[in-house]
């Protein structure tokens, strides 16, 4: 070991740094055997900006509840609660009495209980690239292990911690073994546990405390503030190629590349060897789609254009690669060029290949973890790079043609006018405004140069160890010829976002004198130094800086309505519709401070004007809350993940009419209930108290509905298909506690289902007062009899109930004569006729048939809320009905245009894929309203 060593020294100049690195890591294999993972802050997301936004908003002080764990110390009710002391409704009171004498006023226990109950809903979504580094970490035959201060709570999801002992080899929870973080005996136990000794070990955890105890035993810790940072620094200290690259993740849906056909062009036009071609997605962007192709040890990145009709002019990557080739010949760092494919037929767009730059992009402004004097050298570097890149003649670099060298103001703003245009989805006043002010208030341009279009901090890859060099610039989309002044504008604009945004992240609101970064005032004055140019005023430097609001506005709309369209390619894409209003209104309020400018506000009574914002009107995903969010997300994935892959089987079970339900139906509802997505339809007005359902508001549910109704198949899985849910939500409203207990429960469960019988086929029954149906009082029974048609679920073997509607006194007024009553559907005297046949299917296995009710016999006690108010029922039943119905009609037809989508890229005609057809575009088109 130690010859082969001082081999290793000898030869050092000879080896790259990858080689060193490899030789070195190598050798920390053999030390370490394991890792643990914290829970919250490392695989479930950190609690604390939630609980610090909590306190915000109802009324506290800043971590004033994280004082109460201080002041009540090892004694307190927190550590009690974590070390399995104190159940949580027991934790409340005494908690709260912690905290009141902490910030010295009084503090109730249902506060605490909504404290709580806020860092659970934020924490249940985990960490996907965590999981899968476990997981990768098991298969190379290390050990690993959770070790979490937790506590015993119903709303934790068992299937989740059973998950969680699948992917590790150990769980430890504080609340379960008595001891809690820092405390020494808990690191002991989880390594005994283990049975490794703490040389043997790396720990993740997003607490210092925690980190340092576990230092102290000898155990090699890391501190996690980015997940991204914290994986590359594991795979350092244990030497296993964990696969993961800085800002890159696994495809995400929609943007998958055809690898087959990829691979061939890389084999035969470049002689790559390509037989394990591995593919990642830079999350980093919301534009051009990038991917990370790792091929063994060489590493490339791809770039193309999205999928899908694009904006007149926009996503031009042949532009990018036509400037970059020629800025790298000028000297500016740029990555180096591989190859142009300009061939729509190997992937789908075209796109280019680059060397893969290693290096360090630093996605937050504010740089966290570099000390103050790291930052002031990125800043300072960034702004010398953009005045190098600006220095380089247009003439000589061949790029004089690159774009039209006057009047690039007055073009960009009708360019970016046009394109919001064409992508606005609601108007938005400010942006009308700032788009008159904008063209009468143009500064002169003084010379023209290559403008980079979105240069910033992020678009940068700096040198690991020398944070004063940048070695390449990135995304060059939006580069043309103009007025330069727009590019050091647009580089200052983090100094108007707040630092806690989760989209544009920027400067506002910290100190940034005090860790090292320079001032808006300092940028500016440095960059006009290094151009030799004279300083600007006041009233031109909000010019800039408000026609640079304006253009990303702008931008962030087209990825709005392309996260509509299912074309954007950045995760965040649907958060754009909210980030296009709040630039709008920053770009009008600076544009103000030195001018005059009137927002004339318009009204219109269209459903474009709705907000999205949450709280109101959500008319799109992104305007709903986050926990909503959330299961649409987790709806959607199980659809297409679940669903979709054994839908033909499905399909196929369905017409061969067995009438029995698809053996695989109950595993898939199993698997929906383990994972909280059940009973998603009962509206909150109907169940405030969550007793039965998910809590979701019929606007809510509405976009879960649309997901599920791209599969026929899909509602039952969830427990919300018609007409269970109609019958379900009648018997919440309407129903008595023994209904309830005979009826609901098991329907709420999904072990029975039901029937709804009110259409008649001698009249029109979509006027409920038509029916002719009989239900007569007799003693303690009604005795119901009628000819029912369409009677959706009463071929379903699993039918145990029946709502009915009949008259229970056809000589009252026309809207009290109606009852509704419940027929368990084995009773005597009814008799399914046959099942009614529907675009040539019967539905099997429900069906709707035709019914006949023949002197049947029920207690008096089924009937719902009393006589004559079965009209006012049958409202309260249908209006979320025809909601529900809608909105799946609406997801089939998402799903059917998605189909067509898909279908006319993958047939080619005449040499190209239809998708690329004039006419088959405008058919696609024509296809929404």
């Known amino acids: 070991m130690h010859l082969h060593f001082l081999r290793t020294i000898r030869a050092r100049n000879q080896l790259t740094k990858l080689h060193c690195r490899q030789l070195s890591a190598s050798a920390a294999i053999a030390a370490k055997k394991g890792v643990i993972f914290d829970l919250g802050g490392v695989i479930l997301p950190s609690p604390f900006k939630a609980a610090y936004d909590w306190e915000a908003e109802n009324g506290f002080d800043r971590g004033s509840f994280f004082s109460g764990i201080k002041a ?293 402004p504010s740089l966290p973890g570099l000390s103050p004097e790291q930052r002031s050298k990125v800043y300072n570097s960034m702004v010398d790079v953009l005045a190098k890149l600006h220095d380089v003649d247009i003439h000589q670099a061949g790029l004089d043609k690159y774009g039209k060298q006057d009047h690039f103001i007055s073009r960009n703003i009708k360019t970016w006018s046009r394109q919001y245009e064409s992508s606005k989805t609601e108007e938005i006043p400010e942006m009308n405004a700032v788009m008159e002010w904008l063209p009468e208030n143009i500064p002169p341009q003084t010379r023209t140069t290559v403008v980079h279009g979105d240069f910033r901090v992020d678009n940068l890859i700096f040198d690991e160890n020398d944070h004063s060099k940048v070695l390449a610039i990135l995304d060059w989309e939006l580069s043309t010829l103009g007025d330069p002044m727009t590019d050091i504008a647009y580089t200052c604009l983090p100094f108007y976002f707040p630092s806690d945004s989760n989209m544009l992240r920027g400067l506002l609101g910290l100190d940034i004198q005090s860790i090292g970064i320079p001032s808006e005032e300092q940028c500016l004055q440095s960059y006009l130094t290094q151009s030799k140019l004279d300083n600007i005023d006041g009233k031109t430097w909000d010019f800039y800086l408000s026609f640079g609001l304006f253009r990303i506005a702008a931008i962030l709309q087209g990825v709005y309505k392309r996260s509509l369209d299912k074309q954007a390619s950045g995760m965040n894409a649907s958060v754009a519709g909210d980030m296009t209003k709040q630039m709008a209104k920053l770009s009008l309020k600076i544009a103000g401070r030195s001018s005059q400018i009137e927002c004339r506000r318009q009204f219109s009574t269209s459903r474009r004007q709705q907000s999205s914002a949450p709280g109101l009107v959500a008319v799109s995903v992104s305007g709903l809350s986050d926990r909503v969010q959330g299961i649409h997300k987790q709806v959607d994935e199980f659809i297409r993940e679940e669903i979709l892959p054994i839908e033909h089987d499905f399909r196929d079970h369905q017409e061969a009419e067995t009438w029995t339900p698809h053996p695989k139906l109950e595993p898939l509802k199993k698997k929906a209930k383990e994972a909280g997505l059940w009973n998603l339809f009962l509206p909150l007005e109907a169940d405030p108290d969550h007793r039965y359902g998910a809590g979701l508001s019929n606007l809510e549910y509405a976009h879960v509905c649309e997901l599920m109704g791209k599969s026929g198949f899909a509602p039952e899985v969830f427990n919300c298909s018609a007409p269970d849910t109609g019958n379900m939500e009648v018997l919440v409203k309407y129903g008595t506690e023994e209904h309830k207990e005979r009826w609901l429960n098991p329907l709420l469960d999904g072990t029975i289902r039901s029937c709804f019988a009110m259409t008649e086929p001698k009249v029109a029954s979509s006027d409920a007062t038509n029916i002719q149906s009989s239900i007569e009082r007799d003693g303690d029974e009604y005795v119901i009899n009628g000819h029912k048609w369409w009677t959706s679920g009463a071929m379903d073997p699993r039918t145990e109930i029946c709502v009915f509607m009949g008259k229970t006194d056809p000589c009252t007024a026309r809207h009290k004569q109606q009852s509704m009553i419940l027929i368990p559907f084995k009773s005597p005297g009814i008799k399914v006729v046959r099942p009614l046949t529907v675009y040539g299917t019967k539905d099997s296995p429900g069906g709707h048939a035709e019914v006949l009710f023949e002197n049947v016999r029920v207690p008096a006690d089924n009937l719902l809320l009393g006589e004559g108010r079965g009209f006012e029922i049958a409202q309260g039943r249908l209006g979320p009905g025809r909601i529900h119905h809608c909105m799946r009609l609406i997801g089939m037809a998402e799903r059917c245009v998605e189909l067509m989508v898909e279908r006319s890229k993958s047939r080619v005609a005449f040499g190209k894929p239809l998708i690329e057809q004039g006419t088959i575009q405008q058919d696609i088109a024509l296809s929404r309203v």
């Open 72 to 364: 009540g110390g090892e004694a307190g009710a927190w550590h009690k609660l974590e070390r399995g002391e104190l159940t949580l409704s027991q934790f409340y009171q005494p908690f709260a009495k912690d905290v009141s004498q902490a910030i010295g006023r009084k503090v109730e226990a249902e506060s605490v209980e909504a404290f709580i109950k806020n860092i659970e809903d934020t924490m249940s979504e985990p960490n996907k690239e965590m999981l899968k580094v476990a997981l990768l970490l098991r298969e190379r035959g290390m050990k690993t292990a959770v070790l979490t201060n937790n506590w015993k709570s119903e709303s934790w999801n068992p299937s989740f911690f059973q998950g969680l002992k699948e992917i590790f080899d150990e769980v430890v929870e504080s609340c379960e073994v008595g001891m809690r973080k820092p405390e020494k005996k808990i690191y002991e136990y989880t390594l005994e546990r283990m049975n490794l000794g703490a040389k043997d070990v790396v720990f993740l955890d997003d607490i210092g405390s925690n980190l340092v105890a576990a230092k102290n035993l000898g155990i090699k810790t890391i501190k996690v503030d980015e997940v991204e940072d914290a994986i590359l620094k594991l795979q350092d200290i244990i030497g296993h190629d964990l696969g993961y690259q800085p800002g890159t993740s696994r495809v995400r849906a929609g943007m998958e590349l055809d690898v087959e056909s990829l691979k061939k062009y890389l084999a035969h036009n470049l002689g790559f060897e390509c037989n394990e071609l591995k593919i990642k997605q830079f999350s980093h962007g919301q534009s051009n789609p990038t991917y990370l192709l790792s091929m063994g040890e060489k590493h490339i990145v791809l770039r193309k254009k999205p999928p899908g009709k694009l904006l007149p002019g926009a996503h031009a990557v042949e532009r990018e690669y036509q400037v970059i080739s020629a800025l790298g010949a000028a000297g500016v760092p740029v990555p180096s060029l591989i190859d142009l494919c300009e061939d729509s037929s190997v992937i789908g767009t075209p796109f280019y290949l680059m060397d893969y730059v290693q290096g360090k992009i630093f996605k937050d």
